[in-house]
């Protein structure tokens, strides 16, 4: 199991943009919360390597235009990698043993889980970029209650990965990550197959639609859109059973 090349020597984009939201905290954990906290449809954002990031955040508020209640949790505790840690294979390595590992992270999703429930969300949706989708892998196997994951552009995904998962998944890869689709096609028996969806964005790179994304260029901007647009699609459909 380990990280796209790309992923290990590829710096994020300077971004800049003025949140809708606002950080808080659950318990001891600081998070990003945007959207109302009336709407019944919760969305759990997982970041990917490199943290809070302006394009995570941007991404979260657009969620929360569109009717979700959103929870951009800090998983990694205001210790994301940076760019002194690309192109050390072994800082990588050491990432999803430890800070990284579903181990600790399950603990965080937990907290978040509780803070939706607590606020009388009734539909949970998962979101997870990079070395996230690995988590929303494997959240969508071990915890009860989710009524669905998207992975974009994912790392570390493994064979049988999405064969365990119980609820609908939806699979955005970009040019750099592997074919999914003897993955994806192992769901088929599932009873909520045809709730998912996989589209490969082979014109763009592994993060484009994360913290290495231009989206001050027009075409990863349209992009990134696009992949927003079936996000929101997917979580509408999932979230409103």
């Not at 028996?189 to 993060?207: L, V």
């Amino acid at each position: 199991m380990s990280f796209p090349e790309v992923c290990c020597n590829t710096p994020p984009v300077k971004a800049t943009y003025i949140a809708k939201g606002a950080r808080n905290t659950i318990g001891d954990l600081e998070c990003y919360f945007s959207g109302s906290k009336d709407s019944k449809r919760g969305i759990l954002v997982n970041y990917d390597v490199f943290g809070f990031h302006a394009n995570v955040i941007q991404l979260c508020d657009i969620l929360a235009e569109m009717g979700f209640y959103v929870v951009l949790p800090d998983l990694l505790r205001g210790k994301p990698l940076t760019e002194a840690d690309l192109g050390k294979p072994d800082v990588f390595s050491s990432f999803t043993q430890n800070a990284g590992s579903w181990a600790v992270i399950k603990q965080e999703y937990a907290k978040v889980l509780g803070h939706f429930k607590d606020n009388g969300v009734t539909a949970v949706g998962v979101i997870g970029f990079c070395w996230g989708g690995k988590m929303v892998i494997t959240a969508l196997s071990e915890l009860e209650g989710l009524a669905g994951g998207a992975i974009v552009h994912p790392a570390l995904i493994e064979t049988g990965d999405m064969a365990k998962v119980n609820a609908p998944l939806m699979v955005l890869p970009s040019q750099n990550e592997p074919d999914f689709t003897a993955e994806f096609d192992s769901m088929k028996d599932k009873p909520f197959f045809s709730e998912c969806y996989m589209e490969r964005f082979d014109d763009m790179f592994h993060g484009f639609c994360g913290a290495r994304g231009d989206w001050g260029n027009a075409e990863q901007a349209k992009r990134a859109n696009d992949a927003i647009k079936l996000l929101v699609g997917f979580f509408s459909r999932v979230l409103s059973k």
